[in-house]
């Protein structure tokens, strides 16, 4: 219902077509203000898909200027229709709200219109409130409708999408030259910049050794960009078509410039400091850069551990190396220390020696790493010299270290006559301008020949070495001299060797040269091979050797071999040559080479110790040495031998007791039959058993006590025997005393075998403590017994071994150097590689690495720490059981 102020024009219903009016208003003044934009934005991007097609740069300077007044022509006509907006009139808001609600007689303007006539007349005035009436009610289903600009009355063949399109495309083909065409139609200087068969290209190219991608350089005069690169980085400027102008401040130097027929040019400028560069084409402006310069910093390589010297005369390096970018090579370089009364510096006839090291095998050649360098045939070895580590890096920086004072490995010499020539063969390098002392050692050498023991031929070379030294007139001559005495030191050492050893030597040093350069797998191969042959065909020689002087048969030739410190056997050394080549073959060369000196070193002390053993107290002991580690082997098979037969008797002791319940249960005349025949047959089997250990232990006992009596004639009183053979014999009364247990639980069975079988098996397994080790009292103090002997025949061995070492070092130490430091093997190690305390290279605050050791030595070490705790019977029974369960698969 409408009230009166409805019908006045007051009430909610004339509100609410006053707020339609409002919004027909808003939406035909956004009607008139969209036909008047779409214009102007049709010409500019009409502007804009010729800018990015090109057509600027293809045209001249007064087609630009033509083209772009064009398109301001046309962009000022299609602004004029801004000039002719006003606001919609009520009158057009009422017809809009008319059109839009598609309703009859027009109900919004009908309620604008006002009574013309006779207003006065009632009747009038009663038909126009009525009409007035029916219109306001109409005013609920009025609406506006959203703006419809209606552009197609205006633009029939839609040439604003055609636009639009254009527009998208052209901008996809302009890419990131979109701003600099757009600017072309601007430039009317006469130049024409960037035509479509024009390209400029730009960018840096680090070097090589640095492993950094290209960084490309985009071209904006807007502003410069900021951009780093490494130094000696080349700036490379590329363009086809047209004139290229580079300007280039600070760093920037002109490397090269390449043009070709077609007009194509290439620029090429070296980066060695922050440098601003600035592109220009046709005299343009079109790329600022500012280029700071990333230092290539040296790279840094230092001493990880103290040089060790080899017992061959090689020299192990430690070191680490580090750069900003990676090392491309290392070296140590040496230089002999200023000598009093020599002129400040020493004067050699041999330039100083200068070795190349292997990189670490991380990325760039970065990280630890070892090596070892042989040095030992250098005119200086022997001498006191001062070691410079050198890394250098792709871009020619060259890092060093810390100089270091060490005494140059030589060479070991065995025969007085051959050091004294390698000694007097260093001064004559050394000191060749008091060559005169060398002649006066020569002279003296040959005043009592008879001394040394050599053939008339060493002493005609003296006489003719001390000839040559009289007559010599330069320094060639003395170099000449040189070398004579060094061949003449070889022959003195090597004649006597046999065919077996120098093939052997020869064999490792062609296998050490490949792997130091790297030669290829196939050639490594059969290196290793020729290695493998040699060396059996030396321990077949010196396994020989060793039985004509035991008086063995051909057939008992002996395979453990005497060391510096302890026995070697040829499998172990089989197994370091197969460590080695499995090494070589998954390309780790470095520890590949490591383990080849380890197995060098190890060569040289056979070697070694077989010339010793012409001493017969050396010789002796060397065969008790070898006698008390087979011993060893034997003691530690028959404790294993032990346990596990203990563990059967416990076992079947267990299955016994379960089978007399089961008979109790169900009594019987043919169960009672089976148990009284397995009660007589196990004590029977148990006591042979028993008996073969008993004997087996009993045997080694006294094969202890005759090598004890041997080292006492030879005043060696090694307390760790005593211990052993305490041991042995405690080990046999437990294995004694196990069989007669046995046996009486025999008789027991046989007699009550029902009732008493149970209880005496249960018995006897039984100790005060609980159940041994062994599973029987017997057998678990036999085992810890057998233990106690193991224990204690290692610590005499090792005495026995310090002993020779000491005897060997009181006598003149043959072989070892002076000055050169602990020759690697020497020292006492645990399981994992580390000195032990008493060791003077031990050091509690050092950090110890055990990936320096390779993983295959790692693991034996390992395995033989275990063995040894197992064999230890003060630790709780549940760590040998734990230690028993670890090394049941091996």
């Known amino acids: 219902m409408l009230n009166k102020k409805d019908l006045s024009g007051q009430g909610p219903a004339s509100r609410r077509l006053e707020r339609l009016i409002g919004t027909a208003r808003a939406a035909l003044l956004w009607e008139g203000l969209w036909r008047a934009v779409v214009p102007p934005l049709i010409v500019i991007g009409l502007f804009l898909s010729c800018s990015f097609a090109g057509v600027w740069i293809d045209v001249g300077r007064l087609g630009r200027i033509l083209g772009v007044a064009l398109f301001g022509v046309a962009l000022a006509i299609s602004v004029l229709p801004f000039f002719g ?53 109409e005013i609920a289903a009025l609406r506006v409708g959203a703006p419809s600009p209606r552009m197609v009355d205006f633009d029939r063949y839609a040439l604003r999408a055609g636009v639009l399109v254009l527009l998208v495309a052209t901008a996809f083909l302009a890419g990131p030259e979109k701003y600099a065409r757009v600017a072309a139609a601007f430039d009317w200087r006469g130049a024409a910049p960037l035509g479509t068969n024009d390209r400029i290209d730009a960018w840096i190219d680090p070097p090589a050794y640095t492993g950094k991608p290209p960084v490309m350089l985009k071209l904006a005069a807007s502003q410069p960009q900021k951009i780093s690169a490494p130094i000696h980085s080349m700036v490379i400027v ?72 080899n017992v061959r005369g090689s020299l192990t390096l430690s070191y680490a190396i580090s750069d900003d970018y990676g090392a491309t090579s290392a070296a140590a370089d040496f230089a002999g220390p200023t000598v009093e009364g020599a002129g400040g510096h020493l004067r050699s006839l041999v330039p100083p020696p200068h070795v190349a090291l292997p990189l670490p095998p991380g990325p760039g050649g970065l990280g630890e790493t070892q090596a070892t360098v042989d040095l030992s045939d250098h005119p200086w070895a022997g001498a006191h010299v001062k070691m410079t580590l050198a890394a250098r890096d792709g871009g020619g920086n060259v890092g060093r270290s810390e100089p270091i004072e060490i005494a140059l490995p030589q060479r070991p010499f065995v025969k007085p006559l051959a050091r004294a020539l390698i000694e007097q063969r260093r001064n004559l390098v050394l000191f060749p301008d008091q060559h005169e002392r060398v002649q006066t050692a020569l002279d003296a050498l040959m005043i009592a020949p008879e001394t040394f023991d050599e053939s008339s031929s060493v002493f005609l070379g003296l006489s003719v070495a001390s000839q040559m030294l009289r007559d010599a007139q330069s320094d060639a001559d003395l170099l000449k001299i040189a070398d004579y005495l060094w061949n003449m030191a070889l022959q003195i050492e090597n004649g006597s060797l046999s065919e077996a050893e120098r093939d052997l030597r020869a064999a490792e040093q062609q296998l050490r040269e490949a792997l130091q350069r790297n030669a290829p797998d196939e050639e490594i191969r059969k290196l290793t091979e020729n290695l493998r042959a040699t060396m059996d065909k030396f321990l077949n020689e010196f396994a020989e050797q060793q039985a004509r002087e035991l008086g063995n048969q051909p057939q008992q030739q002996p395979e453990i071999f005497p060391n510096r410190s302890r026995s070697v056997s040829r499998q172990d050394l089989q197994s370091m040559l197969d460590r080695m080549q499995e090494m070589e073959r998954s390309g780790d060369r470095a520890d590949a080479q490591r383990m080849l000196e380890q197995l060098q070193n190890t060569l040289e002390n056979l070697r070694m110790a077989q010339r010793r053993d012409a001493d017969p107290t050396t010789h002796a002991m060397n065969n008790a040495l070898r006698e008390l580690d087979r011993l060893t082997r034997e003691q530690q098979a028959l404790r294993d031998e032990t346990s596990r037969r203990a563990q059967a008797q416990a076992q079947a002791r267990e299955r016994q007791e379960e089978s007399d319940d089961q008979q109790q249960n169900q009594p019987g005349q043919q169960s009672q039959q089976s148990a009284n025949d397995q009660a007589q047959n196990q004590p029977g089997q148990q006591g042979a058993s028993q008996q073969d250990l008993h004997d087996r232990q009993e045997d080694l006992r006294r094969r202890l006590e005759e090598v004890e009596r041997q080292l006492k004639q030879m005043g060696q009183d090694q307390s760790g025997l005593s211990e052993a053979q305490k041991a042995m014999k405690d080990a046999e009364n437990a294995l004694n005393q196990d069989q007669d247990q046995g046996q009486n639980q025999g008789q027991n069975q046989g007699r009550n075998p029902g009732k008493n079988q149970g209880q005496s098996l249960g018995g006897q397994g039984q100790s005060p403590g609980g159940e041994s080790p062994g599973g029987s009292q017997g057998g678990g103090q036999a085992v810890a017994a057998q233990g106690r002997a193991l224990e204690a025949l290692r610590k005499g061995a090792e005495q026995l071994a310090q002993a020779m070492q000491q005897g060997g070092e009181g006598q003149g130490a043959e072989g070892d150097q002076e000055g050169t430091g602990q020759a ?4 006492d190690t645990d399981p994992l590689g580390r000195p032990l305390a008493n060791d003077p290279a031990f050091d509690p605050h050092a950090r110890f690495d055990p990936m320096g050791i390779p993983a295959v030595e790692r693991a034996q070490r390992v395995l033989e720490e275990l063995r040894r705790r197992l064999s230890d019977p003060s630790r709780p029974q549940e760590e040998l059981d734990y230690l028993e369960r670890l090394l049941k698969p091996y």
């Open 85 to 137: 907006l006003r606001a919609p009139s009520r009158r057009q808001a009422l017809e809009r709200i008319d059109r839009a609600s598609e309703r009859s007689h027009r109900p919004a303007s009908g309620l604008d219109d006002k009574l013309a006539n006779n207003a006065g007349d009632p009747a009038t005035r009663a038909l126009w409130t009525a009409h007035r009436r029916r219109l306001s009610l």
């Open 824 to 827: 690697e093997g020497g020292g």
């Open 238 to 309: 590329r363009a086809s078509g047209g004139d290229l102008d580079v300007e280039t401040q600070g760093g920037l130097r002109k490397a090269d410039v390449v043009k070709s027929a077609s007009g194509d040019s290439e620029r090429r400028l070296a980066l060695e400091s922050d440098a601003q560069l600035n592109l220009r084409h046709a005299g343009t402006l079109v790329g600022r850069f500012d280029i700071a310069a990333i230092p290539d910093l040296p790279p840094q390589i230092e001493l990880t551990d103290a040089p060790r010297a």
